[in-house]
């Protein structure tokens, strides 16, 4: 029973590891080439086009749900209305250019396209809705002091800080490339290992009949919703997991709910939010991401009934086009980086630039 647990896990983090170390890459350059000032340039004011501009600039960035908060404070603070707000604050923890690329190995192009603009859609419908409240009371005044924003769930301390970028390119890229393989990987890599672990379980022990009676159509939704709402649990963290769920009998729509609610909010975010925006925008926070993700994962279900594409037959399909030598090569290089003493040498080759002094 072990031995096929690790062996289906094996399986899935071989064909995940390629996609991963692409996506780290893609997350240190985004990173690096993004500042936090044109960031605040762009999702200024409120509205529909400033709603929409916050979920799409914010779903490629490389952050958890806490690790957005500081960024979306700040953006708040600056001039950006609740609605942009809300929407950063959603669409970058629901999916990045690293959940992406591992939806794509694991779950096939259909989940992965619709894990992406899923969480696009909920963080322009829920900012919407959290834009019409109004502040009760002024934001807290400036003391010079950071706020405590992570509630203690980012696994290392640089995890939710966003320091400024170094002008230099080459620093920048440096920078981003630290970032990606240090504070990223770091931050989920423990939550990594346990989506795999529970992916090969899945695989390994239950049987697709088990949860096939009722891994659909609302009910299930509601739960996965419920359940997931209040998780830390990272959207790279969160696909293997949805693997195991879909070769266990659960249909993608419910899936969806799960991969959408699961990565785009923590307790640590709810508190913070209430804080910042008031209990009328948290209400209507929590309640634009259950019923737009629940209606997402109905229309998925929907859609694929009609057209009768079967997801479960795309998943991994793009992991088995690569080589053997690749995967293992890969899996390899993650483990070393995940792993703090064998990465020192990473250290010497890319180090943590230092800003200049004026």
Same mark, same amino acid.
């Given at each position: 029973?072990?031995?096929?647990? #690790?062996?289906?896990?094996?399986?899935?983090?071989?064909?995940?590891? *390629?996609?991963?170390?692409?996506?780290?890459?893609?997350?240190?350059?985004?990173?690096?080439?993004?500042?936090?000032?044109?960031?605040?340039? !762009?999702?200024?004011?409120?509205?529909?086009?400033?709603?929409?501009?916050?979920?799409?600039?914010?779903?490629?960035?490389?952050?958890?749900?806490?690790?957005?908060?500081?960024?979306?404070?700040?953006?708040?603070?600056?001039?950006?209305?609740?609605?942009?707000?809300?929407?950063?604050?959603?669409?970058?923890?629901?999916?990045?250019?690293?959940?992406?690329?591992?939806?794509?190995?694991?779950?096939?192009?259909?989940?992965?396209?619709?894990?992406?603009?899923?969480?696009?859609?909920?963080?322009?419908?829920?900012? #919407?809705?959290?834009?019409?409240?109004?502040?009760?009371?002024?934001?807290?005044?400036?003391?010079?002091?950071?706020?405590?924003?992570?509630?203690?769930?980012?696994?290392?301390?640089?995890?939710?800080?966003?320091?400024?970028?170094?002008?230099? #390119?080459?620093?920048?890229?440096?920078?981003?490339?630290?970032?990606?393989?240090?504070?990223?990987?770091?931050?989920?890599?423990?939550?990594?290992?346990?989506?795999?672990?529970?992916?090969?379980?899945?695989?390994?022990?239950?049987? *697709?009949?088990?949860?096939?009676? !009722?891994?659909?159509?609302?009910?299930?939704?509601?739960?996965?919703?419920?359940?997931?709402?209040?998780?830390?649990?990272?959207?790279?963290?969160?696909?293997?997991?949805?693997?195991?769920?879909?070769?266990?009998?659960?249909?993608?729509?419910?899936?969806?709910?799960?991969? #959408?609610?699961?990565?785009?909010?923590?307790?640590?975010?709810?508190?913070?939010?209430?804080?910042?925006?008031?209990?009328?925008?948290?209400?209507?926070?929590?309640?634009?991401?259950?019923?737009?993700?629940?209606?997402?994962?109905?229309?998925?279900?929907?859609?694929?009934?009609?057209?009768?594409?079967?997801?479960?037959?795309?998943?991994?399909?793009?992991?088995?086009?690569?080589?053997?030598?690749?995967?293992?090569?890969?899996?390899?290089?993650?483990?070393?980086?995940?792993?703090?003493?064998?990465?020192?040498?990473?250290?010497?080759?890319?180090?943590?630039?230092?800003?200049?002094?004026?």
């Amino acid at each position: 029973m072990i031995a096929d647990i #690790l062996n289906e896990t094996l399986n899935v983090a071989l064909t995940a590891a *390629p996609w991963l170390l692409l996506g780290l890459l893609a997350a240190g350059a985004v990173k690096a080439l993004i500042p936090e000032a044109a960031l605040q340039r !762009w999702l200024g004011g409120a509205g529909l086009a400033a709603t929409a501009r916050a979920a799409v600039v914010g779903a490629p960035l490389p952050l958890c749900s806490c690790g957005a908060i500081p960024t979306a404070l700040a953006l708040h603070r600056g001039g950006a209305g609740r609605g942009p707000t809300t929407a950063f604050l959603i669409g970058t923890p629901g999916v990045g250019v690293d959940s992406l690329a591992i939806s794509y190995a694991l779950l096939g192009p259909v989940m992965a396209v619709a894990r992406a603009l899923g969480a696009i859609v909920t963080a322009i419908t829920t900012g #919407l809705l959290v834009g019409r409240t109004r502040a009760a009371t002024d934001h807290p005044e400036a003391t010079g002091a950071e706020p405590d924003t992570c509630g203690g769930c980012c696994e290392t301390d640089t995890g939710c800080a966003t320091p400024e970028a170094p002008e230099r #390119l080459s620093a920048r890229l440096r920078s981003g490339l630290h970032y990606a393989f240090h504070d990223v990987l770091d931050d989920i890599r423990l939550w990594l290992v346990i989506g795999l672990l529970v992916a090969g379980a899945l695989l390994a022990l239950v049987p *697709p009949a088990t949860l096939a009676a !009722w891994g659909s159509g609302l009910a299930a939704m509601l739960v996965m919703a419920v359940i997931g709402i209040p998780m830390y649990l990272c959207a790279t963290a969160a696909t293997p997991i949805a693997v195991g769920l879909i070769a266990a009998g659960v249909s993608p729509g419910t899936v969806l709910v799960f991969l #959408l609610a699961a990565p785009i909010t923590s307790l640590a975010t709810l508190g913070v939010f209430r804080r910042e925006l008031g209990t009328p925008a948290l209400v209507l926070y929590l309640a634009g991401i259950a019923a737009t993700t629940i209606a997402l994962g109905l229309a998925l279900d929907a859609g694929l009934a009609r057209t009768g594409v079967d997801v479960a037959t795309q998943m991994g399909a793009t992991g088995e086009l690569l080589p053997a030598w690749l995967e293992w090569s890969t899996l390899v290089i993650l483990i070393v980086l995940a792993t703090p003493v064998l990465r020192r040498w990473l250290d010497r080759l890319i180090p943590h630039p230092q800003p200049r002094s004026a």
